[in-house]
């Protein structure tokens, strides 16, 4: 069960993952020690689960964002499983999300422009294990857009 502490930590940690042990602890209210043997804990319990950078992806070159509805012929455990396995190898997918709905999957898609996102689609998205149908829509704007909500 997490504490006032554990809770304080999280948080912080999400808003600036890059604060020194020194900060976070006056921020929470501890000292320096308890501090770093909470976070291990946090880490050790796989409530942090690893430390990135949020990169600015249009200054990247990635800034097209196109969501992708994936309707598969089969969903027995092993389609899934293929599904599955074969989209953690296409780089250009952001996120995939098995949905309840009357499709199976939705895709985060990032590519450079949507001639790039043509060709993803139809040289890698539908060639996917079981893919029987896609829906693409494409963002105009991004309106809010942050990696992880803080709780």
């Not at 990032?110 to 139809?122: D, F, K, P, Q």
């Not at 040289?123 to 309106?143: A, C, G, Y």
């Amino acid at each position: 069960m997490l504490d006032k502490f554990d809770l304080s930590i999280l948080r912080e940690l999400q808003r600036n993952g890059r604060i020194t042990v020194t900060e976070l602890a006056n921020r929470v209210g501890l000292s320096k020690t308890p501090c770093q043997v909470r976070m291990r804990k946090l880490e050790d319990m796989k409530y942090i689960k690893g430390y990135m950078a949020i990169l600015d992806q249009g200054k990247l070159g990635a800034k097209h964002v196109a969501f992708v509805k994936v309707s598969l012929t089969d969903t027995r455990s092993n389609a899934l499983e293929a599904f599955n396995d074969a989209v953690r190898e296409i780089t250009e997918i952001e996120q995939c999300h098995m949905i309840a709905a009357d499709f199976d999957y939705l895709l985060k898609v990032r590519t450079a422009n949507i001639e790039t996102y043509r060709t993803v689609l139809g040289e890698k998205i539908s060639r996917l294990p079981f893919v029987q149908q896609t829906s693409t829509f494409v963002v105009m704007e991004d309106v809010k857009d942050i990696a992880h909500s803080l709780f």
